[in-house]
C-alpha cells in the first residue's frame, strides 16, 4: 500500500479523499486542511463518503510530510495564491513524496512551462526524490488525453474543439464563480478569471501540449471573450439571487493557432442561469453541464461525457473525474521515479481491482 496524503478538503479535495479510499493500493494516512473547523473531524465525513476512515484532519503540515508520506494530493486552491501552492508543492517534493495537483495552470504542460516555476520544482523533486504530475481541474482529461485519444478516430483533421458547458450555480464556490468569474457583477466590472492573458496561462499549456502531440507547431495562442447580460433577474437555488443587467453568461475561447488559423481550442461556456444565452451550445442532453471534445473533419465527431456526484450535483462529478485522473496515475508515478510528468508522459489506465468494490 501507498502512504497518501490529501491535501485540502474542498471540491477536489472530498474528491481526492473518495478516489484514494477506493484505490487498492493506496492508503490515506492524514488530511491536511486549513480551516481550524475542520481539524480533528474523520476524513470520511469531511468527504462525504458516507462513512468513517479512522483519519482525523490535521493542520500540522510539518508533522505530516516528516512522516514520509510516498504520496501527496494537493487539492489546496493555487488561483489567488500561486506562490503559496509552489511552496507548499515544493515542501511535499522535498519530503521526497509523489504529489498530484491541479494547483498549478503552468505546469500542465512540463516542457513549455515557465522557467521560473520549473525550475523551482524540479530543484524540489531533485533534492528529495519526488515526483509532480498536474493535471487540470476542468477536468485536465478533458484537454487532453481525450481529445488526443479521439483524433486518432479520424482520417481528416480540420480542428480539435474542447468544449466546458455549464450552469455555475451548481458549482459549490460561490466566491469564485462571483468575483473570479464575475456573474452577478456588472459588465463594467473585470473578473480576474477573464482579464486578458488569464485564460491563455490557465490554458495555454494545453493547446502546447496538444499540439505538441498532433506534431504540429503553434504560431500562438489567440483569446476571444463574449459575455452577455441577464435579461431578467434570477434566483439560484445554491446562490440565490442574480439581478437582470449583471452578468449572466460567459462564452470564452483560448486558440492555438496553425498556419494561420485556429485549430486546437479549449472552449468554456458558462452560464448562471438556462435562461441566459439560449442561443450559445448547451449539453446534449439539456443538463447542468457537460464536456464534450469535437473533431472537426472527415468524419466528424462529437463526444461528450456527462458526470455526477455528490447528490447528482454535475459540476461535483467534474471535480471528481478530475481528482480520480490524479490519484489513479500515483501507484503509476511511484514506478516510474522521481521528475517532473505531464498528461502526454501519464496513461489512463483501467480502474484494476475497483470493478464492484465499495
Known amino acids: 500500500m501507498i502512504p497518501t496524503v490529501v491535501w485540502g478538503t474542498g471540491n477536489v479535495g472530498r474528491a481526492a479523499i473518495r478516489a484514494v479510499a477506493a484505490h487498492p493500493m493506496l492508503s490515506l494516512v492524514a488530511v491536511l486542511v486549513s480551516s481550524?473547523?475542520?481539524?480533528?473531524?474523520?476524513?470520511?465525513e469531511l468527504s462525504d463518503l458516507g462513512r468513517r476512515l479512522g483519519v482525523a484532519a490535521t493542520g500540522d503540515v510539518e508533522a505530516v510530510l516528516s512522516a514520509g508520506p510516498r504520496a501527496v494530493v494537493y487539492a489546496a486552491s493555487g488561483d489567488v495564491r500561486p506562490d503559496g501552492a509552489i511552496e507548499d508543492i515544493g515542501r511535499a517534493l522535498r519530503a521526497g513524496a509523489v504529489v498530484v495537483t491541479p494547483s498549478v495552470y503552468g505546469m500542465y504542460d512540463c516542457t513549455n512551462a515557465p522557467d521560473e516555476i520549473r525550475?523551482?520544482?524540479?530543484?524540489?523533486?531533485?533534492?528529495?526524490g519526488g515526483s509532480l504530475f498536474v493535471s487540470g481541474v476542468d477536468p485536465g482529461w478533458a484537454n487532453d488525453v481525450l481529445p488526443l485519444l479521439v483524433s486518432g478516430l479520424g482520417s481528416e483533421i480540420d480542428a480539435v474543439r474542447c468544449q466546458e458547458i455549464f450552469d455555475y450555480s451548481t458549482y459549490d464556490q460561490e466566491e469564485a464563480v462571483r468575483d473570479l468569474i464575475g456573474m452577478g457583477h456588472s459588465l463594467d466590472y473585470q473578473p480576474l478569471?477573464?482579464?486578458?492573458?488569464?485564460?491563455?496561462?490557465?490554458?495555454?499549456?494545453?493547446?502546447?501540449m496538444m499540439a505538441r502531440a498532433l506534431g504540429?507547431?503553434?504560431?500562438?495562442?489567440?483569446?476571444?471573450?463574449?459575455?452577455?447580460?441577464?435579461e431578467t433577474s434570477v434566483v439560484t437555488g445554491t446562490m440565490g439571487e442574480f439581478a437582470a443587467g449583471t452578468q449572466g453568461a460567459v462564452r470564452l475561447e483560448?486558440?492555438?493557432?496553425?498556419a494561420g488559423e485556429p485549430r486546437i481550442i479549449v472552449e468554456h461556456i458558462t452560464r448562471i442561469h438556462a435562461t441566459c444565452a439560449t442561443d450559445w451550445p448547451a449539453p446534449p442532453d439539456g443538463g447542468a453541464g457537460a464536456h464534450r471534445v469535437i473533431?472537426?473533419?472527415?468524419?466528424?465527431?462529437?463526444?461528450?461525457?456527462?458526470?455526477?456526484d455528490e447528490g447528482e450535483n454535475r459540476a461535483a462529478g467534474g471535480n471528481a473525474t478530475a481528482a480520480g485522473r490524479l490519484v489513479n496515475a500515483i501507484d503509476w508515478l511511484v514506478e516510474a521515479g522521481p521528475g517532473l510528468y505531464d498528461a502526454l508522459d501519464v496513461p489512463l489506465r483501467p480502474a484494476v481491482g475497483r470493478l464492484g468494490k465499495k
Open 216 to 230: 504540429v507547431e503553434l504560431d500562438g495562442i489567440e483569446e476571444t471573450l463574449e459575455r452577455r447580460p441577464l
Open 295 to 308: 473533431i472537426e473533419g472527415r468524419p466528424h465527431i462529437e463526444v461528450s461525457v456527462e458526470a455526477t
Open 254 to 258: 483560448v486558440q492555438g493557432v496553425v
Open 119 to 128: 525550475d523551482v520544482l524540479a530543484e524540489a523533486a531533485r533534492a528529495g
Open 36 to 44: 481550524p473547523a475542520k481539524v480533528g473531524r474523520d476524513a470520511g
Open 193 to 208: 478569471m477573464l482579464a486578458e492573458g488569464i485564460p491563455t496561462m490557465i490554458w495555454g499549456g494545453q493547446l502546447r
